[in-house]
């Protein structure tokens, strides 16, 4: 079955940097964009950033765009986020999920808190 | 890439039928066919329930559906029925190839 399974959440000092993972199974990896999506705590969701199957494309929110890097590896099956100069606003649960405007498998997320 | 907006919450008894809004503008709803409706249970992952506006994907019961009308899309859950109570956010492809969430709704069941 498709498992999609988030890792390298934490807490971290604002300006500071985070690497999230995103390991993947059960499906064609390769096959799939995949994209990072955030949820702040009580707030709704919000599209960070698309990959495409060969990393050709990358495409980020207004948010993020300068801070963050999409990134990703087929031959390990996994998908990265490389915040850097984080603030307090980034504060969320970020999951990871199959698709590119559409998202049907999604993981169970890795929380980030960003504060002093 | 401004949200999209819903409705803070919606309500229904159990058997009835309930439509969700989601409203954009020219540069999203209204431009692409690529809107898309998650659920989510509190705690859980979404769960994708409608995608390009009307497809349901493999599992999702008939009872939801989904429709556009310029720069309105909607969410219709028919037949209410309890585990149908949770959170609901639209998606839809936006200008420069981006992505953007509706704040959400909050469907209770009551």
């Known amino acids: 079955q498709v498992q999609l399974v988030e890792s390298g959440g934490g807490l971290v000092k604002p300006g500071g940097s985070l690497r999230l993972s995103c390991a993947a199974s059960g499906f064609t990896f390769s096959d799939y964009y995949m994209s990072w999506i955030r949820q702040a705590p009580g707030k709704g969701l919000e599209w960070v950033s698309y990959?495409?199957?060969?990393?050709?494309?990358?495409n980020y929110a207004d948010s993020v765009k300068g801070r963050f890097t999409i990134s990703r590896d087929n031959a390990k099956n996994s998908l990265y986020l490389q915040m850097n100069s984080l603030r307090a606003e980034d504060t969320a649960v970020y999951y990871c999920a199959t698709g590119g405007y559409d998202f049907v498998y999604w993981g169970q997320g890795t929380l980030v808190t960003v504060s002093s | 890439q401004s949200a999209l907006t819903q409705p803070r919450s919606v309500s229904g008894s159990p058997g009835q039928s309930v439509t969700i809004s989601c409203t954009g503008t020219s540069s999203d709803v209204g431009a692409y066919n690529y809107v898309s409706w998650y659920q989510q249970h509190p705690g859980k992952a979404p769960k994708l329930v409608i995608y390009d506006v009307i497809k349901r994907p493999s599992g999702v019961p008939d009872r939801f559906s989904g429709s556009k009308s310029g720069n309105t899309a909607s969410l219709t859950i028919s037949g209410l029925q309890a585990e149908d109570e949770a959170e609901y956010s639209c998606?839809?492809?936006?200008?420069?190839?981006?992505?953007?969430f509706g704040g959400g709704t909050r469907l209770t069941v009551l």
């Open positions: 990959v495409s199957t060969s990393s050709d494309y990358t």
């Open positions: 998606c839809s492809y936006a200008a420069s190839y981006t992505l953007v």
